[in-house]
């Protein structure tokens, strides 16, 4: 069965009352997002991550999802802004996924742990080299006096690594991995009567799943 075929059986099923399939939604996860990376414009692995402050004030941006090891949703960020710091102080989080061209949406709920540093380490020297650098130049989400400056910082730190030199992980920089407790499919209905099935598990045991009302 290809890919394509497959994603539709499992999200007949999905939706199907009288589906006594047992259904994986991670499998069924990476299923959406292979189809939406065919019919989305760009970004299909964008997604909204929530965490929230030390004074309890939620709060939410757009990480791209750079992994789906194992059980978990990973993502990559600066750890000294508000994101790493909010998640090392608070390992928890929610991410939101929206295919507009899908007309589908796929929220995600759980603890949070750093990455291995081998894992990292790996993901950021498969990054092109700009990027690697501008890792080093940008103090993500600090206050920036122009973007001349910023593009000084680049320069020079583009000449003080050269063109041989290997270029290492900054420390401040790494991955984090949600490990799903929840997971809700969600797809449009006509007269927004949509379909959505939430999968539940407690401690990494099987997976629940129920119907909710759209
Ligand atoms: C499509 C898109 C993808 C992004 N991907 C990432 C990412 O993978 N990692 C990251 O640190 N910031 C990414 N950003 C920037 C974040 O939205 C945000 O500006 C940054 O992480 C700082 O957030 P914070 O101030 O809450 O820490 C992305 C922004 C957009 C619009």
Redesign the pocket.
Known sequence: MSATDNEAARTEQLFDDANTHAIDPLELFDLWLEKAHASEPG?AN?MSVATIDENGLP?C????L?GRTGDGFV????FQ????VQLLANPRAALCFYWKSLRRQVRVRGPVTVVDSALADAYFQSRPKGSRIGAHASD??RPLSSRAHLAQKVDRLGKEFGDDSPIPRPEHWSGFCLSPQQIEFWQAGEFRLHDRVRFSTADQGAWRQQRLYP
């Open positions: 970004d964008a709060d941006r757009t990480i791209l750079k993502f990559y960020t600066n802004s508000p994101l790493g993500q989400s």
